[in-house]
């Protein structure tokens, strides 16, 4: 009988604790949207660990000085599923997913997951890179276009060392990416977190946390509909 009710009550405890995160949600949308400021939700996929949804948010808040909120975690579409090289998701799907997805009242929305992620590497006329073998499913850390209202982060690539640089990599790449959304092409500041990473993680811990000033005259708050 007590491990009956002791279940009802942790079922209803976190009833409860969901509804009251839905309705700070749904209270912070209705305030956005009478303010001029900018909100970025954190969307994690199923998986992806608190903890580290928490850092992202302290560094978007820290760095760009903007509102967020994190949304409850989603499974991926399986349909974004390839296995071309190794197992992976499309990049490029998932972006398009948070767009689709995008509440209302939020300006941009940064994705979290920890399986591996891709995209096809192109040239400055479209075409595949070449080899095309290596490039037409290209493992990455995160993607975002620029502009755009949705970028998307992996931990998978960047969590090989140990827990303090894991998480400073993974706060830099979000900041990239979302630097990107707001229309910050790469940088050639060494000392920059937009700078391109060039396919190596160094590149990433080589920098600091740290938007130099010419990209940061060069935010764009773009709205997104
Ligand atoms: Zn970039
Ligand atoms: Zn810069």
Same mark, same amino acid.
């Given at each position: 009988?007590?491990?009956?009710?002791?279940?009802?009550?942790?079922?209803?405890?976190?009833?409860?604790?969901?509804?009251?995160?839905?309705?700070?949600?749904?209270?912070?949308?209705?305030?956005?949207?009478?303010?001029?400021?900018?909100?970025?939700?954190?969307?994690?996929?199923?998986?992806?660990?608190?903890?580290?949804?928490?850092?992202?948010?302290?560094?978007?808040?820290?760095?760009?000085?903007?509102?967020?909120?994190?949304?409850?975690?989603?499974?991926?579409?399986?349909?974004?599923?390839?296995?071309?090289?190794?197992?992976?998701?499309? $990049? &490029?799907?998932?972006? +398009?997913?948070?767009?689709? =997805?995008?509440?209302?009242?939020?300006?941009?929305?940064?994705? %979290? /997951?920890?399986?591996?992620?891709?995209?096809?590497?192109?040239?400055?006329?479209?075409?595949?890179?070449?080899?095309?073998?290596?490039?037409?499913?290209?493992?990455?850390?995160?993607?975002?276009?620029?502009?755009?209202?949705?970028?998307?982060?992996?931990?998978?690539?960047?969590?090989?060392?140990?827990?303090?640089?894991?998480?400073?990599?993974?706060?830099?790449?979000?900041?990239?990416?979302?630097?990107?959304?707001?229309?910050?092409?790469?940088?050639?500041? $060494? &000392?920059?977190?937009? +700078?391109?990473?060039?396919? =190596?993680?160094?590149?990433?811990?080589?920098?600091?946390?740290? %938007? /130099?000033?010419?990209?940061?005259?060069?935010?764009?708050?773009?709205?997104?509909?």
């Amino acid at each position: 009988m007590n491990a009956i009710r002791f279940v009802n009550y942790s079922r209803f405890n976190s009833m409860l604790k969901n509804l009251i995160k839905t309705i700070s949600i749904i209270l912070l949308l209705a305030s956005c949207s009478s303010q001029d400021e900018v909100v970025v939700a954190i969307q994690p996929f199923k998986g992806f660990p608190t903890e580290l949804t928490d850092s992202v948010e302290n560094a978007i808040q820290r760095f760009y000085g903007f509102q967020t909120i994190c949304m409850q975690p989603v499974p991926i579409p399986e349909s974004y599923f390839v296995n071309i090289k190794s197992p992976r998701y499309r $990049a &490029d799907s998932l972006i +398009r997913y948070l767009k689709k =997805t995008k509440p209302k009242g939020v300006d941009f929305v940064t994705g %979290l /997951c920890m399986q591996d992620i891709s995209t096809t590497k192109r040239d400055k006329f479209r075409r595949i890179k070449k080899p095309e073998s290596k490039y037409r499913d290209w493992g990455i850390f995160g993607l975002g276009y620029r502009p755009g209202p949705s970028c998307v982060v992996s931990t998978f690539r960047i969590f090989s060392a140990g827990k303090a640089k894991n998480i400073k990599r993974l706060q830099k790449v979000c900041l990239h990416e979302l630097g990107h959304n707001l229309g910050i092409p790469h940088c050639p500041d $060494a &000392d920059c977190f937009m +700078r391109d990473a060039n396919e =190596t993680i160094k590149t990433i811990d080589f920098v600091e946390v740290n %938007l /130099c000033v010419n990209c940061q005259a060069r935010i764009h708050k773009f709205r997104f509909q």
